[in-house]
């Protein structure tokens, strides 16, 4: 498998260092060899894609102090450190202090070459968390509405273009894709934003409730109305009136609420008053009411009347690039909220945000997210890591990585979970097993019988 990520090679012993490096670009790795510590430290980049694999007995700087400067550069930058038989205990040592990981010589050519593939791995995704980081921070502006497609890009410039007119708008899109949060965006992004902004979702109260809630009432206007009640409509005016699932309106307050949007007045319900109201009505509906099949009894009328602007939010299946941005965002706010730090992504989660159908969408992701950063979400259900695939549409090191966590879970399981007992069974060391822990989505305390602390 070529891979050609950056590998910095640093061994004092010119024979060594030729060899290694050519096992290295044998297996299609972009090798850049250093007789001495310091040449590689002066050449190494704020955003270096790779990984460094360094001996430990070296002249000037050796390889301990190599990844002590390393580390205090980028901890997240994986070393892997060769040693001689007497090494073992610094090395050991190193591996506490989070370097990558350590072989000892002689070694095999492929006992290196995994090391690095996988570290190189890490380093991708250790980057990639990086850059979603960054390019949220550069989407603050947007916020809520995130995402770098260019679907999002002309729903941005759409809304921009509309959110200082007065036009009433209707806007389309599944369940969970965002269409308060567009609502809202219009709002604040308006010359309406110091009003109200009022959201009331029609499919959520009863038909006897719903006119109250819309146009308000006087004392005695029915049983039970004993205090004036400001309706939602009136508390909306100078400001912005979100209408949601308006397909579930009652027939009879689509007749009242036609009324609002051509004469701009309401009645409240038990005087005869009419109240001029300054609003904007926004609508959103998840069937298209175009079509009269699923229309149903919405008034037509009514649906022509909201349908100055239409608005199609896409669903998330349709941005996939935009999913890791916002995945990103969720879970720093996660994080926020529930005062802990997020864990990294791993290959698995990837895997899943990028196959996975979201048929809840933006909501959907969120409490995803919400989950991950919480501990409980670490091996999606669907997943590659999880869900039977055959092996013959896999390549090689992808069959050995299935392979690989096989063995890891049968281990835990046989062990109920002790990371003592299950690291001793594999003959890995502890920083290691964890690293694949994390690569391939493993929750180890899903195989703790009796939830044995890990050391």
């Known amino acids: 498998m070529s891979d050609a990520s950056p590998i910095f090679l640093i061994d004092d012993d010119k024979d060594l260092l030729r060899a290694t490096k050519q096992t290295l670009e044998l297996a299609g790795f972009n090798v850049s060899a250093f007789p001495v510590a310091g040449q590689a430290l002066a050449a190494l980049d704020p955003d270096f894609a790779g990984a460094i694999v360094s001996d430990i ?6 390889g301990l102090q190599l990844f002590d400067r390393v580390r205090k550069q980028d901890a997240d930058l994986p070393v892997i450190l060769i040693t001689g038989h007497g090494d073992i205990p610094m090395a050991v040592k190193a591996i506490q202090d989070g370097a990558y990981d350590f072989i000892t010589k002689p070694f095999a050519a492929d006992r290196l070459v995994q090391a690095v593939r996988r570290a190189v791995e890490k380093r991708r995704l250790v980057l990639e968390n990086r850059a979603l980081r960054r390019a949220a921070d550069q989407a603050r502006d947007d916020l809520p509405l995130i995402g770098q497609t260019p ?9 921009r273009q509309i959110a200082d007119t007065d036009i009433d708008v209707l806007l389309t899109g599944e369940t969970g894709s965002g269409k308060e949060v567009v609502a809202s965006l219009l709002h604040s992004w308006s010359r309406r934003a110091s009003g109200n902004f009022v959201a009331l979702n029609c ?6 409730v719903i006119e109250s809630e819309l146009f308000g009432h006087e004392p005695g206007a029915f049983t039970g109305a004993q205090k004036k009640r400001i309706g939602r ?5 100078g400001g912005t009136l979100f209408l949601d699932e308006i397909e579930s309106m009652p027939p009879s307050t689509q007749v009242q609420m036609l009324r609002v949007l051509e004469m701009r007045e309401v009645t409240p319900l038990g005087t005869n008053e009419v109240r001029p109201v300054d609003l904007r009505v926004v609508a959103a509906a998840k069937v298209d009411l175009s079509d009269p099949a699923q229309r149903g009894d919405f008034r037509e009328d009514l649906y022509y009347r909201l349908n100055v ?10 941005r996939r690039d935009d999913i890791p941005l916002l995945f990103g965002h969720f879970a720093e706010r996660a994080a926020a909220r529930f005062k802990r730090e997020a864990p990294p992504v791993s290959a698995a989660v990837h895997r899943h945000l990028q196959e996975h159908s979201w048929p809840g969408n933006v909501r959907e992701l969120s409490h995803f997210a919400e989950r991950f950063v919480l501990g409980v979400e670490q091996a999606p259900v669907g997943t590659p890591a999880s869900a039977p695939e055959e ?3 896999l390549t090689l090191p992808e069959r050995l990585e299935r392979h690989e966590a096989k063995i890891i879970r049968e281990a835990l399981d046989a062990n109920d979970g002790d990371v003592r007992r299950t690291i001793a069974e594999l003959g890995i060391p502890r920083k290691t097993f964890y690293d694949k822990l994390q ?3 493993i929750v180890r305390s899903q195989f703790a019988a009796s939830k044995a602390e890990p050391f």
């Open 391 to 393: 092996d013959g549409a």
């Open 203 to 208: 499919g959520a109260l009863p038909e006897t």
């Open 309 to 318: 602007v239409t608005i199609s939010i896409p669903p998330l299946r349709e």
């Open 151 to 159: 679907t999002m890009e002309r729903l941005r410039r759409t809304l």
């Open 439 to 441: 690569r391939h989505g």
């Open 233 to 237: 409509i009136e508390h909306a005016s």
């Open 57 to 62: 007995r070296m002249p000037q700087i050796d």
